[in-house]
């Protein structure tokens, strides 16, 4: 309910944009601001606004109301956007009302279950399931597929229509991340240590500090995850913990 509540307030400030604020009848130019220092933030999560081709685009404020892309609002929202050219015609369709006929197409929760666990090499006596449920990932449905096993927690992502693997990864709990302190080399086994992989993030923000700093299984491969803060910056990174490179980067400002 929340979604379609969304999408109806941001068709509503994008029809002010096209139909200008008296309804009148014939298109006229406005003078307008972009906002690049403004962010999209939805349920908590910080979004990048595209226009329909996906070139990044800054927020517009005209007459202090903020205006954003219909079509980049409706994906994240979970609502389908489409334009009619004969009538002039923005088209706004809330994914609930068109889910019972998609859920049709869809391989069902017990299928998902089946394919999570012949990835995992497990038989469903081995698992404990914490969640099972159809969701939507970037405008697509899949689902989402948690469970234990051992000391072991597994996280799933399932293409809901065609049974293929999104993605998926571990965790070990209890698991102690390799130290310098028991090993004189600058790794344990086949992995750097905690220390070499807080060394690295912090070599790229020297001033920062360190607030988590995590070792798991990303779609099978070994990475620290983690997260330094300087001020109100925040860096978060992902190590591939055989390697030492550094598979993701970013940098964010509260």
Known sequence: M???????????????????????????NVTA?????????????????????????????????????????GQLLGAEVSWDAATQTVIVTDNASTAAAGAASYL???????????????????????????????????????????????????????????SYDFDIEHYTIPSAGTNTGSSTGNYITREKAQQLAQAKAPNATLVKLEFEFDDGRAVYEGELREGRTEYEFEIDAVTGAFLQWSQDRD
């Open 33 to 73: 601001t972009f906002r690049p220092d403004m962010k999209l933030k939805v349920n908590g999560t910080t979004y990048t606004i595209r226009d329909t081709t996906g070139q990044e685009v800054s927020p517009l404020i005209y007459n202090g109301t903020t205006y954003l892309p219909l079509a980049n609002l």
């Open 108 to 166: 069902g929760e017990a299928k998902a279950k089946e394919i999570a666990l012949n990835h995992a090499g497990l038989t469903s006596s081995q698992a404990s399931f914490l969640e099972v449920k159809l969701d939507r990932d970037d405008g697509r449905a899949v689902y989402e597929v948690e469970f234990y096993s051992g000391n072991k927690e597994y996280d799933y992502e399932i293409d809901a229509a065609s049974g293929a693997i999104v």
């Open 2 to 28: 929340k979604k379609k509540t969304y999408a109806v307030a941001a068709l509503a400030l994008t029809s002010c944009l096209v139909l200008g604020a008296a309804a009148a009848s014939q298109a006229y």
